[in-house]
């Protein structure tokens, strides 16, 4: 069975403060896919990365970066210098059958 | 480029009615999957449209069924709604429907049973 674990129900913290949150799965798969999205208080979830698990190289897109370990199975997302825009919910997701984690809300004080 | 978008924005229905639910795909996209995300939780997967057929489903009853149309859009129908269907409902679409590809997901609908 696959699952995804967001242990992080809630977070805050103070704007410029660099945040991570962590992302654990299961699965027996071999080739899966990794994805992390955004929902801000609007309701729709935005598409923020993919990762393949036959590449681990760690990603870098201005602010944000993904730290991929699958020898402990997690996909952790760090944001650098946090701003006020960056406080939603954000979730992981495990492919083959879309699993979704139950989200860490991240609230961004000014 | 327009991307997914759904139809109706809220709706309210009571207990055992039954309910449609619209959503067309970003252009170029022509599989369609369907989640249902209660207050607080994370979305969970109802069912994948490819080719006008149903080709995967989540662990939702019979109640819940859809359709997809030559045109790639889709329909949720929830029949004798329950107070746990209150939900927003989310779609998605994908260029393919594999595995691989990219979910992209439009604004929701909020369905409210009283």
């Known amino acids: 069975a696959q699952k995804v674990t967001q242990a992080q129900t809630e977070i805050s913290v103070v704007e410029k403060e660099d945040v991570t949150l962590d992302c654990v799965y299961e699965?027996?798969?071999?080739?899966?896919?990794l994805f992390w999205y955004k929902q801000p208080p609007s309701g729709e979830l935005v598409f923020l990365i993919r990762r393949n698990s036959f590449d681990e190289q760690n990603e870098i897109s201005g602010r944000y970066s993904w730290n991929f370990q699958k020898s402990t199975s997690s996909f952790n997302f760090t944001i650098t210098a946090s701003q006020v825009v960056d406080s939603a919910v954000y979730f992981c997701?495990?492919?083959?059958?879309?699993?979704f984690g139950a989200g860490t809300r991240l609230t961004v004080k000014p | 480029d327009a991307g997914v978008t759904q139809s109706p924005t809220h709706l309210i229905k009571t207990r055992g009615q039954q309910v449609t639910l619209r959503c067309s795909p970003k252009?170029?996209?022509?599989?369609v999957s369907w989640y249902q995300q209660a207050l607080g939780q994370g979305p969970q997967f109802i069912f994948q449209?490819?080719?006008?057929?149903?080709?995967q489903r989540g662990n939702f009853p019979d109640r819940f069924s859809g359709h997809q149309f030559p045109n790639y859009s889709s329909e949720l129908n929830v029949n004798a709604l329950l107070l746990g269907d209150s939900a927003l409902y989310l779609c998605a679409s994908s260029p393919l429907a594999g595995a691989a590809d990219t979910q992209y997901f439009g604004p929701g609908t909020r369905l409210t049973v009283l």
């Open positions: 449209y490819y080719e006008e057929e149903e080709r």
């Open positions: 997701a495990l492919k083959n059958d879309m699993r």
């Open positions: 252009s170029g996209h022509d599989t």
């Open positions: 699965t027996r798969d071999t080739t899966y896919y």
